[in-house]
């Protein structure tokens, strides 16, 4: 799917793929390949066959089109099908001056493979095409832009951490980013592609955050390439679907399921990612799958399996825990890249963390399932814990300074069974500015504050 053919193996490695696919044949999945589904071989056709519960996981392989002028010039690509070409090992000659419309991740991979370029020649055999790659590839354009509506600041690729890193390995690789610009047609000679011209963009989305954008037809510009690639949006091709199948679509062409169960209109079959929910990333189309899982296990059951849950919880002893010097402190490393004279072609960015690297980066963890656990019953309020707290996220009060209702100080008086005629305190504590470090364990003379560890473990039982 588009784990091999969407993301460029710069990004993700073909053989840690190839391992994952074992992995599920080996459970025995028999795998059909070359078998896709067309209007001609579809859900009532699989049904014919003898499958009682079918999943739809398609994605979304086609591109978004730009209804404006010139958009059917000799020139013009679909980023998703440029990189389902790359990907699958033909070269796509693309010429020296290249522009991406976009701002999202597939704009930014179809950028930076175009700098790579692709196999000498085509291959019937694409994985002999993608072997000869690695040795033979060339540079691909010499100059790539993006152009994109959204301002660097509503980008949606720098939206996350990963799509900064992204970015920033971007513009090193020398991509020129053109910000704010809204093609207004495209324009060429003799049929063949000559360039774009733009208008301004004031914004992208509204005060409510939805896509609105507001053009400034004042600001104009006309940017020529040798080739234009869009990465405006994908869609799903659903031509397999037919009327009598009994699923319906939402109006943006996507499966209608039940969010739920991923359960569609139509009983016995499922739908997730992309397919369903429009354009995501990897791990919600993998969560998505282990969803349906368990609903179609219930459907053909006919029965709910019995969820088994296990929860414990174990204290620590205080001098046992301990954390590494300054790990509330150590700042993100990000991973290792090869040299920008050494991104040719497919080979992969990111060389990977050190063991040296990899360790000093799970010591950054705040160890959230450990939790400071305390005991009023213990608690001689010599204040100690408040005092070596590093974080100033324990404070002990009188219980007359507390700030709640009358009717919660009551409630808070009964529980505890509070004399209300004699002074008592009230110990709180911020858990999100909490760096579990253990030192109030550690300073508390009575055990009053200790270290606990929460296991949780929830399966499915047939």
Same mark, same amino acid.
Do not use: W
């Given at each position: 799917?588009?784990?091999?053919?969407? %993301?460029?193996?710069?990004?993700?490695?073909?053989?840690?793929?190839?391992?994952?696919?074992?992995?599920?044949?080996? /459970?025995?999945?028999? %795998?059909?390949?070359?078998?896709?589904?067309?209007?001609?071989?579809?859900?009532?056709?699989?049904?014919?066959?003898?499958?009682?519960?079918?999943?739809?996981?398609?994605?979304?392989?086609?591109?978004?089109?730009?209804?404006?002028?010139?958009?059917?010039?000799?020139?013009?690509?679909?980023?998703?099908?440029?990189?389902?070409?790359?990907?699958?090992?033909?070269?796509?000659?693309?010429?020296?001056?290249?522009?991406?419309?976009?701002?999202?991740?597939?704009?930014?991979?179809?950028?930076?493979?175009?700098?790579?370029?692709?196999?000498?020649?085509?291959?019937?055999?694409?994985?002999?095409?993608?072997?000869?790659?690695?040795?033979?590839?060339?540079?691909?354009?010499?100059?790539?832009?993006?152009?994109?509506?959204?301002?660097?600041?509503?980008?949606? !690729?720098?939206?996350? !951490?990963?799509?900064?890193?992204?970015?920033?390995?971007?513009?090193?690789?020398?991509?020129?980013?053109?910000?704010?610009?809204?093609?207004?047609?495209?324009?060429?000679?003799?049929?063949?592609?000559?360039?774009?011209?733009?208008?301004?963009?004031?914004?992208?989305?509204?005060?409510?955050?939805?896509?609105?954008?507001?053009?400034?037809?004042?600001?104009?510009?006309?940017?020529?390439?040798?080739?234009?690639?869009?990465?405006?949006?994908?869609?799903?091709?659903?031509?397999?679907?037919?009327?009598?199948?009994?699923?319906?679509?939402?109006?943006?062409?996507?499966?209608?399921?039940?969010?739920?169960? /991923?359960?569609?209109?139509?009983?016995?079959?499922?739908?997730?990612?992309? !397919?369903?929910?429009?354009?995501?990333?990897?791990?919600?189309?993998?969560?998505?799958?282990?969803?349906?899982?368990?609903?179609?296990?219930?459907? /053909?059951?006919?029965?709910?399996?019995?969820?088994?849950?296990?929860?414990?919880?174990?204290?620590?002893?205080?001098?046992?825990?301990?954390?590494?010097?300054?790990?509330?402190?150590?700042?993100?490393?990000?991973?290792?890249?090869?040299?920008?004279?050494?991104?040719?072609?497919?080979?992969?960015?990111?060389?990977?963390?050190?063991?040296?690297?990899?360790?000093?980066?799970?010591?950054?963890?705040?160890?959230?399932?450990?939790?400071?656990?305390?005991?009023?019953?213990?608690?001689?309020?010599?204040?100690?814990?408040?005092?070596?707290?590093?974080?100033?996220?324990?404070?002990?009060?009188?219980?007359?300074?507390?700030?709640?209702?009358?009717?919660?100080?009551?409630?808070?008086?009964?529980?505890?069974?509070?004399?209300?005629?004699?002074?008592?305190?009230?110990?709180?504590?911020?858990?999100?500015?909490?760096?579990?470090?253990?030192?109030?364990?550690?300073?508390?003379?009575?055990?009053?504050?200790?270290?606990?560890?929460?296991?949780?473990?929830?399966?499915?039982?047939?």
């Amino acid at each position: 799917g588009m784990l091999r053919h969407g %993301i460029p193996e710069y990004r993700l490695s073909r053989s840690l793929i190839d391992k994952e696919i074992e992995k599920i044949a080996f /459970l025995g999945a028999e %795998i059909k390949y070359s078998t896709p589904l067309t209007e001609q071989f579809g859900i009532n056709e699989l049904k014919a066959q003898g499958y009682e519960a079918i999943f739809i996981s398609v994605g979304t392989q086609k591109g978004r089109d730009l209804n404006i002028e010139g958009s059917n010039l000799d020139g013009m690509v679909k980023a998703i099908d440029y990189l389902l070409n790359i990907n699958n090992g033909y070269r796509v000659n693309l010429g020296k001056k290249v522009l991406v419309i976009g701002g999202g991740f597939v704009a930014f991979d179809a950028a930076r493979s175009a700098l790579r370029g692709g196999p000498e020649e085509s291959s019937p055999d694409i994985h002999e095409a993608v072997d000869a790659a690695r040795t033979a590839m060339r540079g691909g354009a010499s100059e790539v832009h993006v152009a994109s509506l959204e301002s660097f600041e509503e980008m949606p !690729v720098l939206r996350t !951490v990963q799509g900064h890193e992204e970015f920033e390995e971007a513009k090193r690789e020398g991509i020129i980013f053109h910000p704010q610009r809204g093609p207004k047609r495209f324009y060429g000679e003799g049929g063949k592609l000559k360039g774009v011209e733009f208008i301004g963009v004031k914004r992208t989305y509204d005060e409510n955050g939805r896509f609105n954008p507001v053009y400034d037809p004042e600001y104009s510009e006309q940017f020529e390439a040798d080739s234009i690639v869009l990465a405006i949006g994908q869609q799903a091709d659903l031509s397999f679907i037919k009327s009598t199948d009994g699923i319906e679509l939402t109006p943006a062409r996507f499966v209608k399921i039940n969010p739920e169960t /991923l359960a569609t209109t139509a009983p016995g079959v499922y739908a997730g990612g992309d !397919v369903a929910f429009g354009p995501r990333n990897i791990i919600d189309a993998v969560a998505n799958g282990k969803k349906a899982a368990l609903s179609i296990d219930e459907f /053909l059951r006919g029965k709910k399996p019995e969820t088994y849950y296990n929860l414990s919880i174990e204290k620590i002893p205080t001098r046992r825990f301990t954390r590494p010097e300054d790990y509330e402190q150590l700042e993100r490393e990000t991973p290792p890249t090869i040299d920008l004279n050494r991104r040719t072609g497919i080979s992969e960015v990111e060389s990977g963390y050190t063991e040296e690297q990899a360790v000093r980066q799970a010591e950054r963890c705040l160890a959230c399932h450990v939790q400071t656990i305390y005991d009023a019953e213990r608690c001689v309020m010599c204040n100690r814990c408040v005092d070596v707290c590093p974080e100033y996220c324990l404070k002990l009060i009188p219980l007359a300074d507390l700030d709640v209702d009358e009717a919660t100080k009551s409630q808070l008086i009964e529980h505890y069974n509070i004399d209300p005629f004699e002074p008592a305190s009230a110990m709180l504590k911020d858990d999100e500015t909490c760096i579990r470090c253990g030192l109030c364990a550690l300073r508390c003379p009575t055990d009053a504050m200790t270290m606990e560890v929460l296991y949780y473990e929830q399966k499915e039982v047939a």
